[in-house]
Structures are given as structure tokens and as C-alpha cells.
């Protein structure tokens, strides 16, 4: 398949750009039945969508979704759902003076290397506006997986050096960045702050949690649920590193201390991240990725125009300081939709299977 | 598609137990007219086979492949290429006393819920062996990356604690351990000694480099280039992460230290590895990946039987240490069949891109 | 994949449905640098949309299609093409009768027991009207076609009982049946005229043709090119059969008569509807489709309500006499994607061969 | 994917050519817990295997299939079955005459252009030798179908001129014709007797039906449950028509002739085939294929060598007089493959569905 579709029963495909006239995207494989309203999908949009604090890009985009088909008298019919976003906001000259010139760090680069001509306005189609439509398919696979007990929620676990353990969800929806701690808040803000008087950007760390999966989800060899939710969070942009549990931290660790031990009340630890052998194992599954500093920025970087020549860039437009902070919606989203896929695929090929061994928790 | 086939154009299909009678592939789109031998895969697969020094299993697989059809008078038709490996060497015996138990930290427990049923002989399916014909469906997709100047070479970055800086690829190949520094391999050999004599096993780092790749190899947007390598690589037994570039370090840098800036003579850092927007950028295309320590190991561990009572395990059978001794060649093979198929791809939808701007390299 | 999208690496996936609000289609893969236009889209949508004659639905469609991405300053970008349709002319309540019994040969039946609730307004997604976004679809592949020498054309073969042996490809465009003798439209015209005073329906058998089609497009062994046409041709509402070459005929054929002998100068014939061992052989790709009576009619027909009672059904609403008429644009596209696909697939997979024997053509 | 894989949820991955060393299959996605034994498949293989009458070729081939994987302790375990058969009966010296010219209507002018180099000999992967996996391959899907209560036969419903109308399934099995009617058994010997005298061949017609499934199974729009089996199908070599249920005749058919009304009791015709839609209804499955005559016969036929000349051909070495009288396990198999795997896409995606209906048989 081509690269603009995800999932294998349940399949997201998307498409638009920046500052085209729309984003759009058709999600197939929901199940009929599912009571589905616009509110369920703008709730995770609202999350997602910029200008809701000085920390984000300016750009003021309602992000309001329409439910083109697959929907009927509230419910899902099991036909094929698409979406529509109008973009609205555009303002595309700001970008005219990047036409010809590659931003460092930038996949100005790469497009046109691929394709040959790109449309340079806002970043094109590589632009992280085309999350919104993730965002929006991903919480149908949400509302269908809150059906089967399965909550998935998202945290930020570093602002640049600022890590941040985790508290409580209490307050994760309470502030800006996604904060686990109420208390480190006034020092991210302090933080962003002052990068944005310095014209710079920052990386970030998100951590998102799948609580109630059942064990049995994934597929070996190739389609182990790990292997498929590494995919699907380094499909984000900007993303560059995916753990799964302790993640590199594994690296150090024995086998004595790594492995995560089983009594009759449940597992002792953690460090599989609820996934043995590409499988669900009823542990919560965790995954933690890694964005680097958006490379739109003022501070001015050396670089080349199209005939080769050098050039010093500096990127205008609106842009977000730290991406990683609108990232935990789409975190949760994608680990979302590889969930509601292996979901259905387990179901359908495991149907038969019953087992007696009880499911176990962690302690 | 079912989890046993990974790619689009150029498709590796496997099967085959740890203890069953033989392991066997299909690798599906390879051009035709490529030369391939026997010796082609036999190197790699000789590479990655167990029992070749004290730090590995001792079990003895000569691992000889035969090719079943796909290639006619030395030189590939064309057509799907058949793999057999035969086992030789089980010992299933050894493992009758961990049938109705689950190993911590094993895929025995996660099989279980999902299949009601399983080979339990040598972890059956989860077995690491499986990855035997990653490595010969690995070798072909090397050999033909060859012939458009993309070489591929990995080697071991972390040992447990033991932290090792490339030095160059000459001595990679003259360890046990695809040790880039020969001065540190003594001190890889007596940490291995030590940790057999305290019976635990312990973690890796790889590192993966691709050189060679021409920019606009990936599809946006979910099936990026870098999205593609983090499924492979976290397909792979034991894998617990993986990073492209600086990775996780990219969370504490800012956009003025991340961005790699160009200039008309090549890129002056490569934070990126290799890959922007998930498409190729022409500079050497970095993974790292994180392995966890084997949790077949002797000290006891405490777990729970298929009825759920507690039981100790002790791991007897022949197992690796540090599974991560062996994974060299691993991470080559699919980061090579990654590439294989997005260069199949590229070529396929991309064939009329005509960019006359230079290609950089990096400095 | 779920059963919404059609084709590999160049994919279609369409949405919605004939009482929703609009139809939307993702096209993914085409090639950068096609020029492309509304009007491109707009000829094709033109020539299968209803209400142009009296021999077809009344529902007012203007089919207007938008393109919401994937083209930028006239010229497609390389990446994913979105596409809507909005529907204007419902009249849903035509269809309050029919909500809780099933028309006889139509979906209804089975939709209500695969899904269990459903879109019951004009078929919802079952509708013919699905096959507009096909026809856009299909539009671009014929464009980026033309640029490498193929076209493709259809006609109609039969009408319910009267055969129409091809003449010429010129007055195809001039009648609404897409008749291929001119002499033969006051004929057709008679019978369709008796058909709707019988307020009944009737079948009809289109053939598609494609020239300059290189050798060398479609993959043994599954993705045979004769099998994937198979599948798209099958794949429209109402066909219940499909015939490459000599089809059906073939049956009754020796070998001595079947085989298309060659000669320097070309083929002697083409038996083989332009594919041999399920790919290309340079000749013109014909295929045959024959299309089902519609079962919307105003007849009474036995049936059965949801509740199992049995029932009278009389199909109001405005519907097709004959859905073979607006046929043949939609076999049109459904061929065009599939030779796209292969097209694209066979470039990517086998760029490096050089053949020197010369391409027949057919005498 | 590349072409050698059919499916979805289950998958069949084939690779092997006539005269090479074996030929091999991987089947993904079978449900665990399946007791599968080599007589299941061995059972089919050995009505395909050539050499049991004198109306077949006559090369000698046991067609011992071995189970690979996937199988332990005699049932499935879920994980991937791999299966293989040696080739034992080669004489590809027969061959090296054709190897520099194209047979009339067979794939060596096709593979030539494609591939640029071919393994000629007996067809290499063109001929039908690889139907024999296809063969095993359905035989797992058939023995899981039987145990959900679907069963799947085909018998020859037309052997060139002579059209062999359905009797019964009771002398099936007991003639080398799968012929339905034993009194007409005798005059398609003697037809085929005066065949090979007159170094000729023939074309076929087969039928294939599916009993005992239930509505639902099918995904509008693109995988109807026709269109995969007009592609399945149209994959087998040779064929060149598909028709479901009236096939073809529907063009002539009135809506009021063609459409199966329904009342309590159940369907009162089956002009659909147990299709509407895309999705099966719960009447029986029905489907025809057309089989051309075999391009391999001694009477001389013009055509050209690969440097253009003309040339006169005898195509030597053994083959079958009609293709055929082979295909109905063939057939039988691919239908099973289909069924199979929309069964377990229905199951994955639709087992929420309570619909209180009954389901209808046929009258």
C-alpha cells in the first residue's frame, strides 16, 4: 500500500496539506453499532489544536471536523467513515521567502529531492497539521476500545532537560503542556519562557499508557504489537526515538533485574511495558517517544537554496516552540488506532481460542 | 496481511520453530538479474549463527541454507525466492520441564492467552532462531543494495555498562562481539566471563549504518522511512527500543543544537540520521537499538505454572547471555530489507523526478 | 487492508454514501508532475453522472468534484490526492417504505445481516452512486496513462438481448449508451422505451479496451493482471461476470484455434485478450463485464420484512432502467487504476531489465 | 505486496517452479487449535496430482507434501504453517529446444519482456506445477471451514463442446473428469481419446460451490467477497472467465426475471449466487470459470525465436490435453482461501452484530 494509509483491518488514510483548502481522512474497519458524535471527536481535536496557549503556534485554526459517511442516526453502520477539516487560517505568504531554500533540520530537503516540486506553503503536506486527522480518527478507535475497557491516556515526561516524573493524571489535562505534576508547571512555563525570547525551540518527551488490554494482542513475527507501535509513534513528526518499557535503560540491566517476575497475584514489575514476545501480556502497555526541537525558528541557520547557493534561513510564520507539546493527543491517537487494529485481527483469527490460566494484573 | 510478511514490493515471508524440522522463507520482488550463490547468504547467516565462540549458545546449527526456486543459472528470475534451513540440532528434551510453566519476562506466558495452545520446545515460534532467515532474506536485499552503491554495517555500541565508541569498521568483524575499538574487547570478554559465572544475562546496544542511500527513499506519511526501520528493528526478539540520529538525546537539545545546517559542500551533522520528514536525505542513515537482557537464564526466578500456582524457573537448555552478541547481522538484514523495498517503491512512483540541484553529502 | 481501498502502490480509497452528505475519495501514489485539472476529472464525472438522458435516473447530480490536496499550482505534488463530491439532489424519504424490509436481489439482505443496522436511504453505501469517486479516481490514472501511451476506451456489447458488434470508436461519445454503432441507437432507444412502460429492468454487457500497453505489467502468481482486473471489473455494483479475450468462448476452443500465433510482424490474433501467464503481452487488453438488471423496480416482487413476515416490495425513488448504460466510464476507471498500479509496481520491481527482442504488436 | 500472496487475515505466500528443486508455501493466519494431519492435505493433492489417468500428463509426481511449522503435537498452533514439496520428476532436457523461442499463447514471451531472463524449463513459474500448493494451501482452509459448517465442491460442468449438466455429487469423485453425471462419462472419454490423436487440446468449464455459509461474509467496497473470488480465480492458469451465479446470462435477463425473491421459507431462485452486494447471503456460493485450451501441443505453430525470426513450434515434453480436467480441486481450493479469509475479516470486524433475523436457505 501506498504511504498515506495505516492498519490492516482497522485502516486510517489521510490526506492535505497545510494551507490547502482542507485535510481529510477515511477510517475503515470501525465496527457498526458504535455511537459516534462530533463532540467525541472534537474533544481530542480541542486537545490537539494550536493556539490555545502563548506556548503554541499562533495560528488559530477551529480544527472542526464534519463526518462525511459511516455514520447513520448517531451510530456507526460498519461502512467506511470520512472526515473533513477546512483549513482556515492559512496565510501563505509568510512563506513565499522560503520557496527556493531548504530549512536546516527540515524536510524541504527531502521533498524536493523525492518529488521534484513541492508545495513549500507552511510545510506542505509534511507539515504537522496533518496530525489533526489522526487525532480525529484516533479517537474513534478510542471510543471503540472505551467499549471494551481499554482507556489510552498520554503524558509529557521531559520538557527539554526538565524531566518530569509522574504524579497523577489528575492534572494532566489542566495545563498547557500535559503535565503529570501541577507542581513543575510554573517551571515549564518559565522555561518556554525564556526560549522563546532566546528564538529558539526544544525537544520533548511524551510517555503514553494503555490500561485494560487484554493479553493476546499482536501478531508475530513481523506484526508484533511492539514493532507496530514503534511504526505508528515514528510516523509522528518530528519523533526520533520509541522505547517500549525501560526502552535503552534495558541496555544496562540484567536479566536478573529486567525480568519482570510472575506470582499468583500478578506481575512484580513493569520493565516489558506490557508486551512479551510482540504480544500483549494484561500488563499496561507503555511507550515513550522522543521529538526533537522543531527547526522553525528565528536564530538564523546556514543552509543552501535550490541552485546550491548558500544562504542563511531564518523561518517566519507561526510555529510551535516545543511540537512535543501538543504531541500527547497524538501519541494517544496512534497508539489508538495499532490497538483497535490488532483488536480486531486477534479477534478475528483467535476467535476459538479459550484458555483458562487466569489474566493477571500487576501488583 | 497476517504478521509473517514484512514489506510491499519487496516482501520476506517466514516460518519455522525453534525445535520443528526447519525454518523456511519467501522473499518476494527481487529484481531479476542480480547473481546470487549459495555464498551470499552463507556469510551472513555464518555470522549471526550460534556456537562460534564461550560467549553464544552452544547450540550447533551449521545453518546451511538451500535456495528453492527464484534464482536459474546463478542469477535471480525474477520470481519469488524459496529458503530452507533444516534444524539439526534440537535438544527438546531439555525443555519437557517448562511445559506448563511460563519463564518471567518470556513470550511463553503472552503465547498462551493468545493461542490456548503452543510449542513450547525451545520457545517454538518465539524463538530467536527465527531471525536465521531474516539474516538470508537480509543478504539478498544487501546484495542488490550493493549494485546501487548502498553498503550496510552494524556493529555493538553497549555491552551491559560498558558504553564502546566507534572506531572504525576494521576490527568489527575480527570479534565475537562486532566490537568497532579491538583494545576494548578484552574487557567485553572478561564482563561476559563474570556474568556466566554469575549466571544472569544482561543487555546491548547496536548501532545500524546505511551508506550510500541517495535522498527520497520513504513515504510519507505514515509509512516514513524512519517509521519503517523502528517496525523492523523493534521486530526483533529482545528489542526494547530504537532511535534514529540522536534519538532520545534530541528531547534536551535545542533547535539551534539539533538542526544539522547545510552548506553548498554537504551537511555539517547528521542529528538527523540520515532521515527528515521520513524520507531520505543522502547522508548516512543512523538506528540504534536497545536489547534486553534473555530472560533464559539459571538463577531462579519466581513465577506461575499454566493453573496458576507459584513456581521457581530455572532456565536450563542452551541460551545466549547477552542475546545482543548476535544481533549485528540481525539489524543489518532488516534494515536492509527496509531500504530494499522503499528503493522498489521510490523507483515506482517517483521514476520521472527530474531535480537538478546537487546531491550533498557530509562533512 | 480493509475493504475500501483498491491497489497497492497506487491506492484508492473511497467513502460515502448516496444519502450522505458528500463522497470523498483518497487517491495515493500518482506520480509529481502531472499536470492536473478539474476539467480532467469533470469530463469523466460528466460522462457517467445521471439525469443526462431519459433512459437514465432522474436524480439531479452535478457531480462537482473538488480537490481538496495532493496538486499544487496545476501539477500533482507526489503526495495523496483527496477528493469530494458533495450530494445534493436526496430525496430520502422516497426510501421511509423500504426501511424495515429487504428489496429482493438487492443489498439490503445482506448489509442488515453483516452489520445489523443500516443506512437504508437510497442503498446507502451499497448504491451505484459509490462508483462517481471511482470514476474521478480513475480519471487521474488515465491522464498520467496518456502520458505513457496507453488508452483506454469502452463500449457497450449487448444490450438485454441485442448484441452490438464493435464498429467504430467514433460515435461511442455521441449516444447515451455508449454504442459503437450509430445505426444500432434507434434500436436501443425502442427497447429501453418498452422496458420502463414494463416498469421493468434489464442487463447489459460492456467491453473495455486498453492500447499501448507495454509487455511486462502484472505480478505472478496471485496479482496476475487478468486477476486484478478480475477483481476491479467484479468489484463494480451489479457485475456478475467477467471475460478476458475469448472468455467464456475459450471453452469450446482446440488449442489449434485458441493459441495467437506470432509472427515478425506481430500476433495473429488475440485470443488472449492482450495477457499471457497473467501479464501484459503488448497486444490491447480486452475485457468483457456483464452487468446485472437493476432490482429497483416498480414490479411487485415477493420479499420479507426484518421481522420475517412476508411482504409486496415495490422500489420507488428514481433508479436506472438499465445500470449497464452509465457502465462503461466506471469499467473505464476500475481498468485504468489496475494498469496504473501494475504499472507503477512493475517499474519499481524490475527497472534494471534490458531486453533487446523487439515488442510485437497485434496484425 | 508483491504478487506471490493471497489474503488478507489468512494468507498464502507461494514460491517454486516446474522444474526446480521444490516448490513451498507459507500459510499465515490460521486459527489455533486446528487438528491438521498430512492425509488432510495429501487428500487434495492427490486428486490434482498428475499421472492418474491417460487423460492427463504424464509426468510422475507423489506430491508428498511435509508440514514445516506450525503444527505441534497434530493441531495448529496459530503460528505460521510452512509447507513443501520436492519436485522428483523433471526432465528438463525436454525443454532446451524451446529456450530461445516463445510457445503461442503461453507466458515465455510475457516473463522474456518482464524479467529479461526466464527459467524455461516446463514453464518455470508459469506453469501450472505451482497450482499444487495452492492446493495444499486450501486444504487447511477447507478443514477449518468444515468444521464451521461450510463445505466446498466443484465437478466439470463443460468439457469443450460438450456441456455436462449437474446430476449429482455422487459420482464426483469417481472419474478423472470430476464429472457430476456418470452416463456422460463415456463420451468425454472418447472425446478426449480422439483429442490426443488429433495432437490438440481443449478448453473447460468448471463449477465451484460453497455450502453452509452464513450472510455476511464480503467487505464493500473494493473486497467484495466476488470480486476476491473473480480474482482468486482468474489466478489459476488458464482461466479466462469468472461468472457468479447467472453470470453472463443476466445480460439478457429482466429485473423481474433476474432478481431471487424471498419469502419466509426461504430464497425462491439464485441467479446472485449467494452474493448481493459483495456480501454472501446465506444461499449457496456459485461460481463458473473458463479454462482455455494448453498452448503445449505437437501440432506445429508459427511464432518467433527471441532474436525476432520466425520459427515453427512443437511444443514436446508432457502435458495435459485439457487443464481442466485437473482445475476442479484447484478451484476448490482458491475458494476456499477467499471464504476463509472473510471469514475471519468478518469475525475481527464484526462480531459485535446481533441481528434477530432468521437467515433464510434456498427453496
Known amino acids: 500500500m501506498s504511504g498515506n494509509t495505516f492498519g490492516k483491518l482497522f ?66 453502520t460498519g461502512c467506511a467513515i470520512g472526515l473533513l477539516i477546512r483549513n482556515t487560517d492559512q496565510k501563505s505568504k509568510d512563506y513565499s521567502a522560503i520557496k527556493d531554500l531548504f530549512r536546516p533540520s527540515h524536510a524541504d530537503y527531502t521533498y524536493h529531492h523525492k518529488y521534484g516540486e513541492r508545495d513549500y506553503r ?31 491516556r498520554g503524558y509529557m515526561s521531559q520538557l527539554g532537560p526538565i524531566e518530569i516524573p509522574f504524579k497523577s493524571w489528575d492534572s494532566v489535562q489542566d495545563n498547557a503542556f500535559f ?5 513543575k508547571v510554573p517551571e515549564l512555563e518559565a522555561y518556554m519562557d525564556q526560549l522563546r525570547r532566546d528564538q529558539d525551540s526544544v525537544g520533548a518527551k511524551i510517555t503514553v499508557v494503555a490500561e485494560g488490554v487484554k493479553p493476546g494482542l499482536g501478531e508475530p ?68 517517544l522522543a521529538l526533537k526541537a522543531t527547526s522553525s525558528i528565528t536564530t538564523p541557520g546556514r543552509s543552501i537554496d535550490v541552485h546550491g547557493n548558500p544562504v542563511d534561513v531564518i523561518t517566519k510564520g507561526r510555529h510551535d516552540p516545543c511540537v512535543g507539546i501538543r504531541a500527547t493527543p497524538i501519541a494517544e491517537a496512534m497508539m489508538a488506532i495499532v490497538l483497535m487494529d490488532h483488536l480486531l485481527r486477534n479477534r478475528g483469527q483467535n476467535a476459538d481460542v479459550r484458555v483458562s490460566t487466569p489474566v493477571l494484573g500487576q501488583l
Do not use: W
Open 11 to 76: 485502516t486510517v488514510t489521510t490526506a492535505g496539506e497545510s494551507h490547502g483548502p482542507a485535510l481529510v481522512a477515511i477510517v475503515d474497519g470501525c465496527p457498526p453499532g458504535l455511537e459516534l458524535s462530533l463532540d467525541d471527536l472534537q474533544h481530542d481535536l480541542n486537545r490537539r489544536k494550536p493556539g490555545t496557549s502563548r506556548h503554541t503556534t499562533q495560528r488559530q485554526e477551529p480544527d472542526e471536523v464534519e463526518i462525511l459517511s459511516g455514520v447513520f442516526e448517531g451510530r456507526t
Open 221 to 288: 513475527i513481523f506484526d508484533r504489537l511492539d514493532a507496530e507501535l514503534a511504526h505508528a509513534l515514528m510516523s509522528i513528526n518530528a519523533v526520533k526515538g520509541v522505547e517500549i518499557g525501560a526502552g535503552f535503560a534495558c541496555v544496562a540491566q540484567r536479566g536478573t533485574e529486567h525480568r519482570d517476575e510472575l506470582t499468583p497475584e500478578g506481575f512484580l514489575s513493569n520493565n516489558a511495558g506490557g508486551i512479551l514476545g510482540g504480544i500483549s501480556s494484561g500488563q499496561p502497555i507503555v511507550a515513550h
Open 179 to 183: 503535565c503529570p505534576d501541577p507542581d
Open 122 to 152: 507552511g510545510g506542505g503536506r509534511s507539515s504537522a497539521r496533518e496530525t489533526a486527522m489522526r487525532v480525529a480518527a484516533g479517537a474513534i478507535a478510542k471510543k471503540y476500545l472505551a467499549t471494551q475497557g481499554i482507556v489510552i
